[in-house]
């Protein structure tokens, strides 16, 4: 299993971002697969799941703000992320089970 993230970096409040996670080394189309973030001092946070048939899930504190997706042709995994505020700031990973990639650093500031 391989999953590198990117699409990180510096972002004023209200701004937008979305990340992107390549994957490899399994089957990706039937994989249910997820987002999570780890704010610093913090535990690793669950925060969207998108499931093989598509069917998608978010946490309270991204829902209505964040848009979780794929595309099966390309093995790729996406997190539209609008309306940042200080608080998502944190190291965002794509997740497969328990595996991650090395992520990707989100940071909301003005």
């Known amino acids: 299993v391989q999953l590198v993230e990117s699409g990180g970096g510096l972002v004023q409040p209200g701004g937008s971002l979305r990340l992107s996670c390549a994957t490899s080394g399994f089957t990706f189309s039937t994989s249910n697969m997820n987002w999570a973030r780890q704010a610093p001092g913090k535990v690793l946070q669950w925060i969207s799941t998108?499931?093989?048939?598509?069917?998608?899930l978010y946490s309270n504190s991204v829902k209505g703000r964040f848009t979780i997706s794929r595309d099966n042709a390309k093995n790729m995994l996406y997190l539209q992320m609008n309306s940042l505020t200080p608080e998502d700031t944190a190291v965002y990973y794509c997740?497969?089970?328990?595996?991650r990639g090395q992520g990707t650093q989100v940071t909301v500031s003005s």
């Open positions: 997740r497969k089970g328990g595996e």
């Open positions: 998108i499931s093989s048939d598509g069917t998608t």
